[in-house]
């Protein structure tokens, strides 16, 4: 097959980056986006074609790169990622164009962009160590450029590019680490001959490698606890950059974790995927209840793409567990699951991050108990917003169910099983499904009631107006794909079923096949989303009409008559007095005290002349992350004192740097001698 | 409480109850519609209190009110009727209305004590709108400065017909 997509998506995207850098400023967003969708454009095609003719998309020069070339090899797997970031790239880069008039239209912020979705698209096709790890750095050092965008206007968004710098580099050395271990066992550093060589390693080594990868591809996948840089830099970065950290980026540290397990190690043994497993549960949970309290929009965005991943982790962990138990059939269901809910989640949670960024330029605050009232002042994006809130609440119509009910499907027919660990994990795991989805719900009713319905908290959302319409059809055009995904699922399900099949051997699908139906093969699973959603409209549709012919039927009350809801009396209604979303989260914090610890405090003030008179009363409350808390803040201390002490050692004297010289050569002169 | 007042309470309560049985017990007209069952929402609407003070006296253990049912209810959307006393002061005026068009219908405004008829000795404050019938029109009036507790229940049982 012509290796050329991949010529193209790697010049057209140099070019972008090229372009991006060095265009005029009034051409040079169009320029880069126009250049980006080139590169997009050639990497599904690529992408498409790998996936239809199952074999590769090899690219082999030793060119470009010094001393080892370029190696890149586009497989069935990678190539559903390079769709899913190729097509939130088109999107979100269209809303860009809108989007950069604001301040993001500098030099920096557009090659980063347009850098940053190239490496994307290639990362999955690196089929090297060399150009794997030269690709991730670079995406993670063009996401880190797109963090510190709007670093002049926000004191946070420095903090939280130092707290990414730090945890994607600690995450890429441990890859670096484990890829390294697998490259000098194997005396080549091309996957394929690490995959031929890994099966031979002892199992010591084949573990700690498996362990090193889920830590630095679980840091970028958010997992918890290395989520903590995610809530951070993803609710920091500008819209579209936001987008497609949370809906494209994420998803390569899902890929890392199937590349060194499944494709470099080839499988394991039963407790690595426990490990995935109960990383995935861990994130899922967290991820969802911090969702579920947070107040800033794109906080609570970040912590539900740890939740999602962390679902996509329980896919992952009970995919590998069945396969290494042998129950392929429910192997394959719970990777396509894993597979399908990672390409939704790409096109809801960006669509989600487009609109919250929209919400952002509109209102200039990203505070949900500063919004309210939104949907009448930005319909579209409103009803943009509502299409990704129930895309990843996971209701019927829409995307997020379908694959929900796969990983359903896929961990409940796992368990008629011998072994004791899997029953639990699986219990454990539908557990955590179940509660997640709780309150993601949660957090996503009071995300659209409070932001967009209801009255405006604040000026600026009472003087918010609708967003350029170029974005609006970014943003609209992912939401159009949430509802396609979730009406015809089987249109990107015959190709995630190949992809899987490249990983587990068998397929999903049973040979009887239609395009409104999925049948699962070797399991008794049946649905249709389409007979669902018409089921759905027409029960409405009933409901609507009946209600409608109630109105108009005589009514047993003729003197209906309607009046302002009941204060008390009160005279003035003002709109503080609506639900904010911390009150509306009050009762999950409460009920999750133990896990949240939320820190408050009410403080109320005296008037001068008596106590019995009273001032204001001020209540505080806030719920930084947990693992922040305990487990990082105590080790930046650490950390810290050691430097304050070892900076005693540089007082500016030369006498004592002349000193620690001589005493460094003695001690060497005494060793050698 | 010594033993003494407890006995002149009951001995006082049996002649309140004999009095109170000779009294008519004609539904008024405008009460037909709620069958012997009376849901009040009292509103102070710049009482000195006075007023108040009979009402819990009607509704306590030696007039009991309820006996003739009658009830005071904590909202106006469970209430027939508005018990209202004072004269309106204009702080009160806003609530006063809000409260009325919380009423269900059909719904019926009681003005209770002199104030509520004429503004009393707050007739000209600086503070006062006016009476209970310049804001609502008031369909019993009960009248007194207070009112005792006995006519009070006069005219709640001319409503219930109890």
């Given amino acids: 097959m012509s290796n050329a997509p991949l010529i193209v998506t790697g010049v057209a995207g140099l070019a972008a980056t090229i372009a991006g850098g060095a265009l005029p400023r009034r051409v040079r967003v169009w320029g880069a986006t126009l250049l980006t969708w080139v590169s997009c454009a050639a990497a599904i095609v690529g992408a498409v074609d790998v996936l239809r003719h199952g074999d590769s998309l090899i690219l082999r020069s030793s060119q470009f790169i010094p001393f080892t070339g370029v190696n890149l090899a586009l497989k069935p797997l990678g190539s559903v990622f390079v769709i899913a970031t190729a097509v939130v790239a088109v999107a979100s880069t269209l809303y860009w164009t809108g989007y950069a008039k604001h301040g993001f239209s500098t030099r920096s912020a557009s090659a980063a962009m347009a850098l940053f979705v190239t490496s994307m698209l290639l990362v999955p096709a690196a089929a090297s160590v060399s150009t794997f790890l030269i690709l991730w750095e670079l995406m993670a050092l063009s996401s880190l450029l797109l963090v510190l965008t709007d670093q002049a206007r926000r004191e946070e968004a420095r903090s939280a590019a130092q707290w990414y710098a730090v945890m994607t580099h600690v995450g890429a050395a441990a890859i670096l680490l484990a890829l390294v271990i697998l490259s000098t066992h194997a005396g080549s550093q091309s996957f394929d001959a690490i995959a031929l060589h890994s099966r031979q390693l002892p199992s010591g080594v084949r573990a700690t490698v498996f362990l090193l990868a889920v830590a630095g591809f679980g840091s970028k996948a958010g997992a918890v606890p290395f989520h903590v840089w995610l809530p951070k830099a993803h609710a920091e970065a500008p819209g579209p950059a936001s987008a497609l950290m949370s809906g494209a980026m994420v998803n390569l540290g899902i890929y890392g974790i199937l590349l060194v397990g499944d494709q470099l190690l080839g499988g394991g043994p039963v407790w690595w995927w426990l490990v995935v497993m109960a990383l995935g549960v861990v994130s899922a949970l967290f991820g969802a209840l911090y969702a579920a309290t947070s107040t800033d929009l794109k906080r609570l965005l970040a912590y539900s793409t740890s939740d999602n991943m962390g679902l996509i982790l329980i896919a992952l962990g009970a995919s590998g567990l069945f396969a290494a138990n042998g129950n392929h059939a429910a192997s394959s269901v719970a990777l396509v699951a894993g597979l399908l809910m990672m390409l939704n989640h790409s096109v809801f949670k960006s669509t989600l991050f487009l609109a919250a960024g929209s919400v952002q330029m509109a209102t200039g605050s990203r505070n949900l108990d500063r919004l309210g009232g939104l949907m009448r002042r930005m319909p579209v994006t409103g009803a943009i917003f509502l299409v990704g809130a129930l895309s990843v609440s996971a209701l019927p119509p829409f995307n997020g169910f379908i694959g929900e009910w796969l990983l359903f499907q896929g961990l409940l027919h796992g368990l008629p099983t011998t072994s004791t660990a899997i029953v639990i994990a699986v219990l454990v795991g539908v557990g955590a499904l179940a509660l997640t989805s709780g309150l993601t719900v949660v957090a996503f009713v009071k995300a659209t009631g409070v932001g967009f319905l209801g009255r405006a908290r604040s000026d600026e959302a009472i003087l918010a107006s609708e967003v350029p319409r170029v974005m609006q059809l970014g943003a609209g055009l992912l939401a159009m794909l949430c509802v396609l995904l979730g009406l015809l699922p089987m249109l990107v399900l015959g190709a995630l079923d190949r992809a899987a099949r490249s990983v587990t051997g068998t397929s999903i699908q049973s040979p009887v096949r239609g395009w409104s139906a999925l049948h699962l093969h070797g399991l008794h699973g049946v649905i249709a989303p389409l007979l669902l959603a018409a089921g759905l409209v027409v029960v409405t549709a009933l409901a609507g009409a009946s209600r409608r012919r109630a109105h108009r039927s005589a009514s047993p009350y003729p003197d209906l008559r309607s009046t302002d809801p009941w204060a008390s009396g009160r005279q003035l209604q003002t709109p503080r007095m609506q639900y904010t979303a911390t009150s509306y989260a009050e009762p999950v914090q409460r009920v999750f005290d133990d896990v949240i610890r939320p820190a408050r405090d009410v403080d109320v003030s005296h008037a001068a002349e008596s106590r019995y008179y009273i001032e204001r009363i001020s209540y505080y409350s806030t719920s930084d992350d947990l693992i922040e808390r305990k487990l990082y803040r105590p080790f930046i201390a650490i950390v810290r004192w050691w430097g304050e002490r070892a900076r005693s050692l540089q007082n500016g004297s030369v006498h004592r740097y002349l000193a620690y010289g001589l005493f460094a050569l003695v001690v060497i002169l005494a060793v050698i001698a | ?162």
């Fill in chain 2, 1 to 162: 409480m010594t033993i003494r007042t407890v006995l002149q309470a009951l001995v006082h309560r049996q002649r309140v109850t004999e009095d109170l049985k000779m009294a008519s017990s004609t539904r008024s007209p405008s009460a037909v519609s709620l069958h012997g069952s009376l849901q009040l929402r009292h509103v102070d609407a710049g009482s000195c209190n006075g007023c108040e003070m009979e009402i819990n006296s009607a509704f306590g253990p030696v007039y009991d009110a309820e006996r003739f049912g009658v009830r005071l209810v904590a909202s106006p959307r469970h209430a027939d009727a508005l018990l209202v006393t004072g004269p309106v002061t204009k702080n009160m005026v806003g609530p006063l209305l809000k409260t009325f068009e919380a009423l269900p219908e059909p719904r019926l405004v009681i003005s209770l004590g002199d104030c509520a008829h004429d503004c009393g000795v707050f007739r000209g404050g600086y503070g006062v709108e006016g009476a209970v019938d310049d804001v609502l029109a008031v369909d019993v009036h009960v009248a007194g400065c207070p009112p005792h507790p006995e006519a009070i229940i006069e005219a709640l049982r001319s409503l219930t017909g109890q």
